[in-house]
Each structure stands twice: as structure tokens, then as C-alpha cells.
T-cell receptor
Framework: NAGVTQTPKFQVLKTGQSMTLQCAQD?????MYWYRQDPGMGLRLIYY???????DKGEVPNGYNVSRLNKREFSLRLESAAPSQTSVYFC????????????FGNGTRLTVT | KQEVTQIPAALSVPEGENLVLNCSFT??????LQWFRQDPGKGLTSLLL?????REQTSGRLNASLDKSSGRSTLYIAASQPGDSATYLC??????????????FGTGTRLQVFP
């Protein structure tokens, strides 16, 4: 009964370092999403994958890349981290039955110094 | 551009009060609207989802309503308890005008219920 699992929970990077945030869901959902949450700005969509094999940009894609590795896994990569990418990152999944709710992971808190 | 606004940004009330949290959106081309709860350091948990064809949904002490014509949804919490303390977010899923794959979130209402 894991739902959406994100790793790591916390991460500190220096400016210019790279890292990959991992996300996996065990609900056989078709769509997966990456959001960032910043104080006063709500959740903003970075990238999403409507189905296995497809990815699309969201509202704030610059500085990020994604990979939909298979139906279960959707990773987010920061190639060269910047302090502006300090945020809490959430992965979510959705079955594509449009009146079903979104399911969220518990987030990754990233600090870039 | 669709915008989703939540008022108030923060609310502090004594236990037992009935509460109304507001969510407004700028375009009536809505597919559904969801209410989520977020506890500190945690992800979002879905509370209620109202389809565009519905006017309200209820779950226990929670009732969410949708008025498409005025671009508003309200979340009513009856007989509030300290365990209701959390941030409540609404999220708009667009209809014909917007990509239905994307949810647009409000910035949330931070609720504190004190004993």
C-alpha cells in the first residue's frame, strides 16, 4: 500500500552540482507529474507525463529534465543546480480517469547553496 | 491565464467553530475542482472532488460546493477540531479551454484550530 514513493526525502547541493529525484507509483496510474512548492507561490507544474513514453513541459520547466522510465517511474533531473531551485518537490500520479483524484508523494526538500 | 485564488491565506479559530474556506477561479471552463489537505512536511491528501456537473460533495464533517457561474468553490468544515489544523489547497482541472492533464493550484489556506 505504498502509493507514490519519492527519494530522497532531503538533499543539500552546491551550486552547479547535479542530481536526480526519483519517483515511483504502484497504482498502475498512467499519468505522472512533478511539482515544486515555494512559499506564497503554491504548487507549480514542472513537467508531466500523460502516459508511458510521453513527457511535456509544465509552467516552470527551465533547468530541469525528466524521464518516464516505465509506467511506474518518473524521474526529475537537475543538471546544474541553482539556488533558485531550492524548493520542495512533489511527485504525483493520476489514473487518467478524469474524475479521479491526484495522489501525491511526501516530497523531497532540496536546498541549493 | 487561469488563476486560482484562496482566501483567507491563514485562519486561526477555537475548537468547535464552523469554518468556510474560499477558492475562486477566473474561467468557468472547469472539468472538476479538488480540495486537498497538506500537513507540515507531508504531501497532499485528496479530500473531495467536485465534478463540473455537481454542486456539492460531502465527506464526514467536510462539505465542498461549486458555483461555476461565479467561479467559486467553498470548503465547509463543521465543528472544527485541533486535528483539522493543516493547509487546505484547492486545485482546478480545466475543461475545453485548458489542458485537462494539468491541475492549477491555489496558494492554500493555513488553518489552525486551538483547543
Amino acid at each position: 500500500n505504498a502509493g507514490v514513493t519519492q527519494t530522497p526525502k532531503f538533499q543539500v547541493l552546491k551550486t552547479g552540482q547535479s542530481m536526480t529525484l526519483q519517483c515511483a507509483q504502484d497504482m498502475n496510474h498512467n499519468s505522472m507529474y512533478w511539482y515544486r512548492q515555494d512559499p506564497g507561490m503554491g504548487l507549480r507544474l514542472i513537467y508531466y507525463s500523460a502516459s508511458e513514453g510521453t513527457t511535456d513541459k509544465g509552467e516552470v520547466p527551465n533547468g530541469y529534465n525528466v524521464s518516464r522510465l516505465n509506467k511506474r517511474e518518473f524521474s526529475l533531473r537537475l543538471e546544474s543546480a541553482a539556488p533558485s531551485q531550492t524548493s520542495v518537490y512533489f511527485c504525483a500520479s493520476f489514473p487518467r480517469t478524469l474524475n479521479s483524484p491526484l495522489h501525491f508523494g511526501n516530497g523531497t526538500r532540496l536546498t541549493v547553496t | 491565464k487561469q488563476e486560482v485564488t484562496q482566501i483567507p491565506a491563514a485562519l486561526s479559530v477555537p475548537e468547535g467553530e464552523n469554518l468556510v474556506l474560499n477558492c475562486s477561479f477566473t474561467d468557468s471552463a472547469i472539468y472538476n475542482l479538488q480540495w486537498f489537505r497538506q500537513d507540515p512536511g507531508k504531501g497532499l491528501t485528496s479530500l473531495l472532488l467536485i465534478q463540473s456537473s455537481q454542486r456539492e460533495q460531502t465527506s464526514g464533517r467536510l462539505n465542498a460546493s461549486l458555483d461555476k457561474s461565479s467561479g467559486r468553490s467553498t470548503l465547509y468544515i463543521a465543528a472544527s477540531q485541533p486535528g483539522d489544523s493543516a493547509t487546505y489547497l484547492c486545485a482546478f482541472r480545466g475543461g475545453q479551454t485548458y489542458n485537462t492533464d494539468k491541475l492549477i493550484f491555489g496558494t492554500g489556506t493555513r488553518l489552525q484550530v486551538f483547543p
